[in-house]
């Protein structure tokens, strides 16, 4: 079981908004980061705090965070965003922790 | 470019032990640490630990769950990094992966937050056990 917790499946019109929220008591003290991972693939660092993105990552893709949530927006969805999308956070010591992940299909 | 090699695939019999290599390249292998993160089949992604190779620190850190059951260790003069998993069992069957940490440094008047994230990931090694 996980201490973060994400909805397993979302759904997106093509050209929607969607929003894939994180939700643990780690929220509250630390900021989240967001990976992308793709079907037989390595996870991509898409998000790190705070709300920034890595070289590559398309400015659709942005985070948020509010007392023990942290969200996920990604705007203008596309085809390619047909991806699970994990939550990270952290204790005091450099831990990890993820979420269950959130399969997003785009419609 | 930063690039983390892992190898294909290990099989292994319940009880015995894998040693999973990863070799880092495209750094400074000593400035990063690393994180061994796994991931079962249909499964989410699950923390292991952490190896900080700086001499100045030379640190492990280990979840919880695998305490008394992993080591992680690493080779500096070969920028290889290794996750060792005793006594496996089935339930160990999984993709394990190896990524290098980032930090993000946050200041305040009252503290100083450093933010740990995983910016460049491993292809995976493949663990079975199977009997």
């Known amino acids: 079981s996980s201490d973060l917790t994400q909805d397993p499946a979302v759904s997106v019109a093509l050209g929607q908004t969607v929003r894939i929220t994180c939700q643990g008591d780690?929220?509250?003290?630390?900021?989240a980061t967001w990976y992308q991972q793709k079907p037989g693939l390595a996870p991509v660092l898409l998000i790190y705090?705070?709300?920034n993105r890595p070289s590559g990552i398309p400015d659709r893709f942005s985070g948020s965070s509010s007392g023990d949530t942290a969200s996920l927006s990604i705007a203008g969805s596309q085809a390619e965003d047909e991806a699970t999308y994990y939550c990270?956070?952290?204790?005091?010591?450099?831990?990890?922790?993820f979420g269950g992940g959130t399969k997003l299909t785009v419609l | 470019q930063v690039q983390m090699l892992q190898s294909g695939a290990e099989v292994k019999k319940p009880g015995a032990s894998v040693k999973v290599p990863c070799k880092a390249s495209?750094?400074?292998?000593?400035?990063?640490?690393i994180n061994w993160v796994r991931q079962a089949p249909g499964q989410g992604l699950e923390w292991m630990g952490f190896?900080?190779?700086?001499?100045?620190?030379?640190?492990?850190g280990y979840a919880q769950k695998f305490q008394g059951r992993v080591s992680m260790t690493w080779n500096t003069s070969t920028s290889t990094a290794y996750m060792e998993l005793n006594n496996l069992r089935s339930e160990d069957t999984a993709m394990y992966y190896c990524a290098r940490v980032s930090v993000e440094i946050f200041s305040s008047e009252f503290q100083e937050v450093h933010y740990y994230y995983l910016d460049v990931w491993g292809t995976g090694t493949t663990v079975s056990v199977s009997s």
């Open positions: 780690s929220l509250r003290n630390y900021f």
């Open positions: 705090p705070k709300d």
């Open positions: 190896m900080d190779p700086d001499p100045k620190y030379n640190l492990t």
């Open positions: 495209g750094y400074t292998f000593t400035n990063h640490i």
């Open positions: 990270q956070s952290q204790d005091r010591y450099g831990h990890l922790s």
